[in-house]
């Protein structure tokens, strides 16, 4: 593994970096190497050398909805906040996959297009957007999804149309294949600045008041059941507030966990597990996670 730093001498990469430095929870265990590429050729290059070392390859893109196990990650770990570049033409703006959601919801702003609002406060990437499916306040990235340029474990670089990337609930085409995201088009429509960013500061108040802004999380732990409200479940079932380590369900929104107190990722995975029990028993409903968890357990 040491010859990766001979073999991309003027690529920024870290050995046994601790992934709690990039999460958003602030926990996560040590990745073997982090690699940070600045360009699609860089990344073109990387999954052909871990291809022909058979190293495995984990890509993260600004880890907000996603929990690193205490044990780490093997193999090398890609993050993709350097390819950040966002450009509008016309009714559309192209993003960079590391670029931020929230700054593409801004710059669709200052270019008079309507379409994104509702992704104003969503923390991900806009690669992770896509791979999630990303929504908030009755939008979803697949609303305005035009197409995806993506790049496939094989290093074979490909363009998925809106009908290809087979969108539903929290969910995409590429979390099955497992192909990277490279960059995305968003179709939009003109619209009135003024308005567009009304309704832009009204999400972010909305989001501000009752969201646990305040600490450390991983966004919305679980998908929404059919039929339910996850944070309603969790208080009728009386677990808001109750904290696991140093891990807590938000006394501010039971469908959020917060790092209160440097939690652990065992702290956060033991919690979860636990309000799917309890939910399960109580109420017969099961919680599935919304929030990816990877990585390795702490070997004993």
């Known amino acids: 593994m040491h010859y990766i730093r001979e073999k991309f001498p003027n690529l920024r990469i870290k050995k046994d970096e601790h992934l709690s430095q990039y999460t958003y929870t602030q926990t996560g265990g040590p990745a073997d190497y982090v690699v940070f590429p600045e360009t699609v050729a860089q990344v073109k290059e990387i999954i052909n ?23 780490g990650i093997r193999g090398v770990v890609m993050m993709l906040t350097a390819l950040d570049q966002i450009a509008v033409a016309d009714n559309k703006v192209v993003a960079q996959a590391g670029a931020a959601l929230i700054d593409a919801s801004e710059q669709a702003c200052q270019h008079h297009l309507t379409g994104l609002e509702f992704a104003c406060g969503i923390p991900g990437s806009v690669g992770g957007a896509l791979y999630m499916n990303a929504g908030a306040y009755g939008g979803e990235v697949k609303d305005c999804i035009e197409k995806a340029t993506v790049i496939t474990r094989a290093g074979e670089i490909k363009t998925y149309t809106h009908a290809d990337l087979d969108f539903s609930y929290r969910h995409s085409l590429v979390q099955k294949t497992g192909d990277i995201v490279l960059e995305v088009t968003f179709a939009l429509s003109p619209g009135n600045v003024q308005d567009i960013r009304s309704k832009m500061d009204e999400l972010t108040e909305l989001r501000t008041s009752k969201q646990p802004l305040e600490y450390p999380s991983c966004g919305s732990v ?25 891990a807590q369900i938000s006394t501010k929104h039971a469908g959020f966990i917060v790092n209160i107190d440097h939690a652990t990722a065992t702290d956060y995975v033991k919690l979860i597990a636990h309000i799917q029990a309890v939910i399960k028993e109580k109420y017969d409903v099961i919680l599935e996670t919304e929030v990816h968890i990877i990585g390795e357990e702490v070997s004993e």
């Open 49 to 71: 050398w871990v291809n022909e070392k058979q190293l495995p390859l984990t890509i993260l893109g600004n880890a907000s909805n996603l929990i690193v196990r205490d044990g």
């Open 222 to 246: 679980f998908k929404r059941p059919e039929g339910h409200f996850t944070g309603k479940l969790i208080q009728d079932a009386g677990l808001q507030g109750l904290q696991w380590g140093g």
